[in-house]
T-cell receptor, first 114, second 116 residues
Framework: DSGVTQTPKHLITATGQRVTLRCSPR?????VYWYQQSLDQGLQFLIQ???????AKGNILERFSAQQFPDLHSELNLSSLELGDSALYFC?????????????FGSGTRLTVV | AQSVTQLDSHVSVSEGTPVLLRCNYS??????LFWYVQHPNKGLQLLLK??????LVKGINGFEAEFKKSETSFHLTKPSAHMSDAAEYFC??????????????FGKGTRLSVIA
């Protein structure tokens, strides 16, 4: 157990729907990162939050949004889902805003859009 | 922008023989470099990291990597492969900037197979 908790582990939903993925960072970590892993694109950085504020943005679609709450857990919202959004979504955390020592990853949420 | 190129998509070795997974990086700033491992249906685990200290970095499970600035390389090695080393390995880069390190950028991965 890495200390980073992601729920749910698996999610199957239909095109056009909206889902929310949840992440609880390791105790004491203030930074949360979201990554998408797909066969064709590999691991892509989506977005980072540090202590409740957005710190960096990557290749995140406009249909996707995220936030970090006062208790530091984070949610990734995916809307108007398309077949191509099927992927493994990872959350990671680190103590520092820059993640200098590396990140601790959760075990991921596997999203299947049918 | 920073990037990494993993030179082999698949490497196959016999148990007990050395492992070499190759990685080249590109960065406009001083880089931090990492290797992560992903076992089937599992999350990503940090193997080792280079953050501008010693150029030879030792990690978990007997792995090590050497930072070579002149070659822009950060190859991962292990003297003797074990069956449990079979997994996907990712070379990762981050840039060290005044405003803080940039988010991690992953390579495409190298799948390591270990043959008994």
């Amino acid at each position: 157990d890495s200390g980073v908790t992601q729920t749910p582990k698996h999610l199957i939903t239909a095109t056009g729907q909206r889902v929310t993925l949840r992440c609880s960072p390791r105790s004491g970590d203030l930074s949360v990162y979201w990554y998408q892993q797909s066969l064709d694109q590999g691991l892509q950085f989506l977005i980072q939050y540090y202590n409740g504020e957005e710190r960096a943005k990557g290749n995140i679609l406009e249909r996707f949004s995220a936030q970090q709450f006062p208790d530091l857990h984070s949610e990734l919202n995916l809307s108007s889902l398309e077949l191509g959004d099927s992927a493994l979504y990872f959350c990671a955390s680190s103590p520092q805003p820059g993640g200098e020592g590396g990140y601790t990853f959760g075990s991921g949420t596997r999203l299947t859009v049918v | 922008a920073q990037s990494v190129t993993q030179l082999d998509s698949h490497v196959s070795v016999s148990e007990g023989t050395p492992v070499l997974l190759r990685c080249n990086y590109s960065s406009s700033y001083s880089p931090s470099l990492f290797w992560y491992v992903q076992h089937p249906n599992k999350g990503l685990q940090l193997l080792l990291k280079y953050t501008s200290a010693a150029t030879l970095v030792k990690g978990i499970n007997g792995f090590e990597a050497e930072f070579k600035k002149s070659e822009t390389s950060f190859h991962l090695t292990k003297p003797s492969a074990h069956m449990s080393d079979a997994a996907e390995y990712f070379c990762v880069v981050s840039e060290i900037r005044n405003s803080g390190n940039t988010p991690l950028v992953f390579g495409k991965g190298t799948r390591l197979s270990v043959i008994a």
